[in-house]
């Protein structure tokens, strides 16, 4: 989504209990009525894909409303959309969101980052960058981790693999998480014998593990289909077997899958099949090495009709 579109539906679930107008939602934005009812199409149109629509009624304005919340929950997990997120505070969490992009690149995906390549990915200046990498200093402060930098190597986290792990399930998927899908799975009645979280700390240690360079919402979407799994098991779905070559087989990746479905089989009680491994395998190599990388877009769509076949 654009980022006028991604405004716009921001405000629309900060209202979601009540109408709001053109003339309102030009005025929070700074944009014409007529701009406002350009996007406010495209909108529609998107979300309506995603588990909700837009209630339009002359003279009251807009309203949202959601009708599949686990879908529309994925679907602004995906656009970096916080449910909650009021737009006076828009600033605040691109701060956040800058933080946690420099979290993943040197945690989760272990590299080191220099300051001149960010400041053009980030669109930034080097103040800016440095007050992010100081509340970052301080963030990791706690967990005796700490950032280090050298000429020509960038910069680094150090600091015990235990910290490490300690601090990523803390900002990454604790409860001060700004985390939209994991609220509604944790908050919500759609897996009721299912501990998200437990399976996030299995996929994480297993990864850690063997070194795999994995993002935070690649890991939720893991979790989420492991999820997802369990309940077309339980009710008797059958799991598709999926074209899966040999030779994979002995890659890294293999194992780790099969160690997460392993644990998965004695933390649940439930048989996963050996497709449920191929699966975890094809995603865990596409995602944890750059050279095989896969569209995000692919992912995200098949998580998408899953949903919509369970909702």
Not at 20 to 29: C, F, P, Q, V, Y
Not at 252 to 258: C, G, I, M, P, T
Request: glycine residues 2%; aromatic residues 10%.
């Amino acid at each position: 989504m654009k980022q006028i579109e991604k405004a716009l539906l921001g405000l629309l679930i900060n209202y979601q209990k009540k109408y709001i107008t053109s003339h309102e939602l030009a005025s929070e934005l700074s944009l014409s009525d007529r701009t406002i009812r350009k996007y406010m199409v495209d909108v529609k149109e998107k979300i309506e894909k995603n588990g909700a629509k837009i209630i339009a009624k002359q003279g009251q304005g807009y309203q949202l409303a959601i009708l599949k919340p686990l879908a529309f929950a994925f679907f602004l997990k995906h656009q970096n959309i916080a449910a909650d997120q009021g737009m006076s505070e828009m600033e605040f969490f691109e701060t956040e969101d800058r933080q946690k992009y420099l979290l993943n690149k040197l945690l989760l995906e272990d590299e080191a980052i220099f300051m001149d390549e960010l400041e053009s990915e980030l669109f930034i200046s080097r103040s800016s960058l440095s007050n992010d990498l100081n509340e970052i200093k301080a963030k990791i402060e706690p967990y005796a981790l700490k950032i280090c930098s050298k000429p020509r190597q960038g910069m680094w986290i150090e600091g015990s693999e235990q910290n490490k792990r300690h601090f990523i399930m803390d900002t990454f998927f604790g409860d001060q998480a700004a985390n939209s899908l994991k609220d509604y799975l944790v908050n919500s009645h759609f897996f009721n014998e299912f501990n998200f979280e437990e399976v996030l700390i299995i996929i994480l240690d297993e990864i850690r593990e063997a070194n795999l360079k994995v993002s935070d919402f690649i890991m939720q979407n893991l979790a989420l289909h492991l999820a997802l799994t369990i309940k077309r098991i339980n009710e008797g779905f059958p799991i598709e077997a999926l074209d899966f070559s040999e030779e994979l087989v002995d890659r890294r990746e293999y194992q780790v899958a099969k160690k997460i479905v392993q644990r998965m089989n004695r933390v649940t009680k439930v048989p996963f099949p050996e497709a449920e491994i191929h699966y975890l395998t094809l995603h865990l190599v596409a995602k944890s090495n750059p050279i095989e990388k896969i569209n995000d877009e692919l992912l995200y769509e098949e998580l998408a009709r899953v949903i919509e076949q369970l909702a």
